[in-house]
């Protein structure tokens, strides 16, 4: 939706570059040597103080290292926008994109629905949320496990031209779904055999390898009456406490995830967050992770 923005604002035709950033001990900010472009936008992630970043979107209530950067930040710039009241940073831009620089994004509809049910978690129930047999599911659950420069470069122009139902059951797309799908069953099994209610919270530990596809929501489905859910992961670089709030729990919601979840250098909203710690510090990503536990039992 940048991409699209821009294309319309723009004087003259321009190139993009993509590049992936995901949260991690070893990525708190973007490295500047990565803002190497005439324009350098920073979409969905953690605010950057360089003067080389251009523009900038992100609904985390967490972006900014404190309210007066944020303030500082948005007084810099007509091209800096945040509000963490927004469930996707692809509805921001879209809104942003109308409102300020009037520019139509009727096309997109529902590639925007999509993306803002998916990041919202605004399924009918947990058992809708982790069916994966739509096609745009499919897609969503590519861009998690594959999501890369090379992906998002070929990806992206095929969103801005074609409906999304047909880059979703393009071959490219489902050839990379296959093995996903296989992973996810795995997965799955492996989220069920590992997990443990204590009292409010679901808490599965899966530290001792990496899932090989999406566990996401499982934990709700399984658990269906426990507030909330805790996962301890083992990614590629770090391990990841996953924390979130079970919204078909029929439970109230009583603490503010990304505030725990920012006290451990991590972050996220108010329903959902994470904390990542590197590969070498088990014991305490795993402290960590029963402590945030036994404070969303409290």
């Known amino acids: 939706m940048f991409t699209h923005l821009r294309r319309r604002t723009a004087q003259a035709s321009l190139k993009f570059r993509y590049l992936s950033c995901g949260y991690g001990p070893n990525l708190q900010t973007i490295p500047e040597k990565w803002l190497g472009g005439d324009e350098n936008a920073i979409v969905d992630f953690r605010f950057t103080p360089s003067k080389r970043v251009t523009w900038y979107f992100d609904h985390h ?3 900014f290292a404190s309210e007066a950067q944020r303030t500082s930040a948005l007084a810099s710039s007509e091209r800096y926008f945040h509000d963490g009241a927004y469930g996707s940073c692809t509805k921001l831009i879209a809104d942003i ?3 300020r620089f009037g520019v139509d994004f ?3 509809a529902d590639l925007i ?3 803002d049910t998916i990041d919202t978690a605004s399924f009918r129930s947990a058992a809708a949320a982790i069916d994966r047999t739509a096609p745009v599911m499919q897609l969503a659950a590519v861009i ?3 999501g890369n420069q090379q992906l998002y470069e070929s990806v992206v122009p095929m969103l801005l031209e074609r409906p999304l139902e047909d880059v979703a059951s393009s071959d490219e797309i489902q050839q990379l779904w296959r093995p996903i799908a296989t992973a996810t069953e795995d997965a799955h099994k492996r989220i069920e055999r590992a997990l443990t209610v204590m009292g409010d919270v679901s808490y599965v530990d ?3 390898e990496p899932l ?3 566990g996401k929501f499982v934990a709700y489905a399984l658990a269906p009456d426990a507030a909330y859910s805790v996962a301890l992961l083992r990614m590629k670089q770090h391990f990841k406490i996953s924390v979130g709030y079970n919204p078909w729990s029929g439970r109230e919601r009583r603490h503010d995830i990304a505030a725990i979840c ?3 250098g991590g972050g996220g909203h108010p329903v959902v967050g994470a904390v990542s710690v590197p590969l070498d510090k088990l014991d305490e990503a795993r402290r960590t992770a029963l402590g945030i536990v036994a404070e969303l039992g409290t």
Request: net charge positive; proline share 0%.
């Open 206 to 208: 899966l530290a001792a």
């Open 61 to 63: 209530v967490t972006a």
């Open 262 to 264: 920012q006290r451990f």
């Open 97 to 99: 994109g109308r409102a």
């Open 144 to 146: 998690e496990q594959h």
């Open 113 to 115: 629905q999509w993306a």
């Open 212 to 214: 090989g596809g999406s």
């Open 106 to 108: 009727e096309k997109y």
